[in-house]
Antibody
Framework: QVQLVESGGGVVQPGRSLRLSCATS????????IYWVRQAPGKGLEWVAV????????YHADSVKGRFTISRDNSKNTLYLQMNSLRAEDTAMYHC??????????????WGKGTTVTVS | QSVLTQPPSVSAAPGQKVTISCSGSNSNIGSNYVSWYQQLPGTAPKLLIY???KRPSGIPDRFSGSKSGTSATLGITGLQTGDEADYYCGTWDSSLSAVFGTGTKVTVL
């Protein structure tokens, strides 16, 4: 079955860096765009970034632009989120989400359980 | 930060129907497909409706979606206690960003 498993979260001080990973299985990773979506405690969903199937198109939310970078390794079926200059407002559960197709504008099809990032 | 507006909460008795609205603009709902997500307490969101009105396999036909202009609507008929959750609409925006609704909590009375 389709699985997305996030890792790399933890407690980090403001200004420091963290890299999240998302290991996938059960589907042809290189055929799908992938999102990062976060949810702060008690808050709604916030889109963070998306990358197309081939990595050629990447978009980031204004709130993280210049600090976070999404990337993928299709040979390892793995998605990454490099997070630099972390702020308290980046504290959230971070979900890796498969898109419904290869391009960045597709709906969010399958969600991972998430990894928690706490900036304090 | 949410670009799409939803009512904070809706409620109804078991077996009844609820509708959740999602209001946007020409740059998002008006020019792109809408999807809906269900988030049960303590779990990750799940896709409920995609491309305005399509249901993934396994989603019962009690759930339906529609879109008109710059607004979309999620309908839930035959309400069950297991439907108590937060519901979010989502779409793509011409500013090259994905956007979500503010979220609606459904309560079964």
């Amino acid at each position: 079955q389709v699985q997305l498993v996030e890792s790399g979260g933890g407690v980090v001080q403001p200004g420091r860096s963290l890299r999240l990973s998302c290991a996938t299985s059960g589907f042809t990773f290189s055929n799908y765009a992938i999102y990062w979506v976060r949810q702060a405690p008690g808050k709604g969903l916030e889109w963070v970034a998306v990358i197309s199937y081939d990595g050629n198109n990447k978009y980031h939310a204004d709130s993280v632009k210049g600090r976070f970078t999404i990337s993928r390794d299709n040979s390892k079926n793995t998605l990454y989120l490099q997070m630099n200059s972390l702020r308290a407002e980046d504290t959230a559960m971070y979900h890796c989400v498969r898109a419904g197709g290869p391009h960045y504008y597709y709906y969010m099809d399958v969600w991972g359980k998430g990894t928690t990032v706490t900036v304090s | 930060q949410s670009v799409l507006t939803q009512p904070p909460s809706v409620s109804a008795a078991p077996g009844q129907k609820v509708t959740i609205s999602c209001s946007g603009s020409n740059s998002n709902i008006g020019s792109n497909y809408v999807s809906w997500y269900q988030q049960l307490p303590g779990t990750a969101p799940k896709l409920l409706i995609y491309e305005n009105n399509k249901r993934p396999s396994g989603i019962p036909d009690r759930f339906s979606g529609s879109k008109s202009g710059t607004s979309a609507t999620l309908g839930i008929t035959g309400l069950q206690t297991g439907d108590e959750a937060d519901y979010y609409c989502g779409t793509w925006d011409s500013s090259l960003s994905a956007v979500f609704g503010t979220g609606t909590k459904v309560t079964v009375l």
